[in-house]
T-cell receptor, first 113, second 112 residues
């Protein structure tokens, strides 16, 4: 069964550094999402992406965040200047149409020191 | 504020019993509803989805939706210890957002 793949599985970064999280959505999916889950808390929406542009973003997704689909297969989340509170699991998800279920990748655990 | 509410649990049931997990949502115009299972340290895994009022069955799982009461539930029949996990209710709300709004999850413990 096709899967959403995310790399790396674990990223450790010094505060203030830039980090890029990578995702390969399922190949025929058109809608892409990033979510995060701080330890012990809810899964929270960050941003959605469709037709090569952001379609929605949450209040969490401020100017330090950006997303890109550089080559038609990868979907990346960049955090420009990481803060301690950015430590979380980051999940990429994709779906084929807007009302179909989203399928999640295994996540990247981001630890900011 | 648009919310999805779940009892955090833990809900403890003996092996072989029916586990009943509940979820309420605040946006009356919500259109699609999903149940995900999440093991500790892992990603959400889709279990069921439901769009229309009534019941939808898939194997040991039944999702129930009542839009008038803004209530969605998940029944797990013949519960197994491997079903022990956190169950996340997620909703596509009407208010311009196609992303999912998640509840905080209900932790299910199935006792052997």
């Amino acid at each position: 069964e096709p899967e959403v793949t995310q790399t790396p599985s674990h990223q450790v970064t010094q505060m203030g550094q830039e980090v890029i999280l990578r995702c390969v959505p399922i190949s025929n999916h058109l809608y892409f999402y990033w979510y995060r889950q701080i330890l012990g808390q809810k899964v929270e929406f960050l941003v959605s992406f469709y037709n090569n542009e952001i379609s929605e973003k949450s209040e969490i997704f401020d100017d330090q965040f950006s997303v890109e689909r550089p080559d038609g297969s990868n979907f990346t989340l960049k955090i420009r200047s990481t803060k301690l509170e950015d430590s979380a699991m980051y999940f990429c998800a994709s779906r084929i149409t807007v009302n179909q279920p989203q399928h999640f990748g295994d996540g990247t655990r981001l630890s900011i020191l | 504020q648009k919310e999805v509410e779940q009892n955090s649990g833990p809900l403890s049931v003996p092996e072989g019993a029916i586990a009943s997990l509940n979820c309420t949502y605040s946006d009356r115009g919500s259109q699609s509803f999903f149940w995900y299972r999440q093991y500790s340290g892992k990603s959400p895994e889709l279990i069921m989805f439901i769009y229309s009022n009534g019941d939808k069955e898939d194997g040991r799982f039944t999702a129930q939706l009542n839009k008038a009461s803004q209530y969605v539930s998940l029944l797990i029949r013949d519960s197994q210890p491997s079903d022990s996990a956190t169950y996340l209710c997620a909703v596509n709300m009407r208010t311009g957002r196609r992303a999912l709004t998640f509840g905080s999850g209900t932790r299910l413990q199935v006792q052997p």
